[in-house]
């Protein structure tokens, strides 16, 4: 049975050991001091001589400009920080040679952007496929594009993607993805080497709320184990007024447990591990040749997510503050 703890404040807390991996030699400007590197945690080996298993999670240091000439790879360190998510894009080149010269004939003829927002900087906008329709610079919305052409969103397998312009009408045809990573508040080096028999500290804690209905399953190639996964929102310390969505998954009776108690807008408390696991998604790409001949491709993307493996579930109850009345004589 799933307890039930007073609601104190969300929290979002990681602490991780383990190895560096991929340390740049250099720090990027955002313009604030960032570096990034992978870390390499080692689970718990059961007895000697078994394989051991890892999760090589992204670590993100802020504000630091001499982390890379203290640390170096290969090297042991111990973090605490709290768990980001944040999308991000990934442009592909195959564009219908049509929606090119649609979007440059529009800016043209109109001096304004076939978009809801004009692109500015590096942001780009996503296209308004309603104003190229109602001008007839386009037959119909591209069939791989996830927005509709009444400006709704539907993504799919066979229209994974966004069509975005910058503020010099170049085109991007993008997929969407969303990384999770640790960002550091604290972190000291390791002298000791690291015990397999023993593992590294993999440790993380979430309170916050469940943003939909948790998912549940029965899963196994051979014997079925019960699966639950949900995705939690919680508000981040460590950046001022934004909020995190992280995944989380849990096995067995806990995700049982999980299913029956927990529903959309429940306020809870996660502790468990935080795990990568690498998978491949598959995407169709359409375009025409500027003869006009229909052609279609599937690609493969090899990619990496992290999640929240739950090994225990708290409820979290609010308790509403009393005001003390003073009796009047």
């Known amino acids: 049975m799933i307890q039930t703890v007073k609601y104190k404040n969300d929290e979002n807390f990681v602490e991780l050991t ?3 991996k991929n340390l740049p030699d250099y720090c990027k400007y955002i313009p604030r001091p960032l570096l990034a590197f992978d870390l390499v945690s080692y689970r718990k080996v059961k007895n000697e001589g078994d394989e051991p298993s890892f999760d090589e999670n992204r670590i993100i240091v802020f504000d630091d400009e001499e982390f890379h000439t203290r640390f170096q790879n290969g090297e042991r360190i111990r973090i605490k920080g709290e768990l980001q998510s944040r999308n991000f894009t990934r442009d592909t080149h195959e564009i219908d040679e049509l929606i090119v010269l649609s979007i440059k004939n529009y800016v043209e003829i109109f001096g304004e952007f076939p978009t ?19 001008m007839g610079l ?19 397998k066979d229209a994974p993607f966004v069509y975005r312009i910058d503020e010099n009408a170049e085109v991007y045809k993008e997929t969407e993805h969303v990384a999770y990573e640790v960002v550091v508040k604290k972190f000291e080096k390791l002298e000791e080497e690291l015990d397999l028999l023993v593992g590294d500290k993999n440790k993380i804690v979430l309170t916050g709320k469940v943003t939909k209905q948790p998912y ?32 989380v998954i849990t096995w067995s009776h806990l995700a049982e447990e999980a299913f029956e108690n927990i529903q959309r807008e429940s306020l809870i408390k996660i502790v468990g591990r935080l795990q990568s696991r690498s998978y491949q998604k598959e995407l169709t790409r359409r375009w025409k040749t500027p003869s006009g001949k229909r052609k279609k491709k599937v690609i493969t993307l090899d990619l990496t997510t992290r999640e929240v493996s739950a090994s225990k579930i708290l409820k979290v109850e609010k308790v509403e503050k009393k005001e003390n009345k003073k009796e009047e004589n």
Not at 138 to 151: F, H, K, Q, R, T
Not at 220 to 230: H, L, N
Not at 233 to 246: L, M
């Open 18 to 20: 383990g190895t560096i």
């Open 116 to 134: 809801k927002t004009d692109p500015k900087g590096k942001i780009r906008q996503p296209i308004d496929w309603s104003k190229l329709l109602q």
């Open 138 to 156: 386009i037959p119909a919305v591209p069939e791989d594009s996830m927005y509709l052409a009444d400006g709704t969103k539907s993504k799919s």
């Open 216 to 247: 549940f399953d029965y899963l196994g190639s051979e014997t079925k184990i019960p699966f639950c996964s949900f995705n939690i929102c919680t508000k981040s310390k460590f950046f001022e007024d934004r909020v995190f969505y992280n995944n």
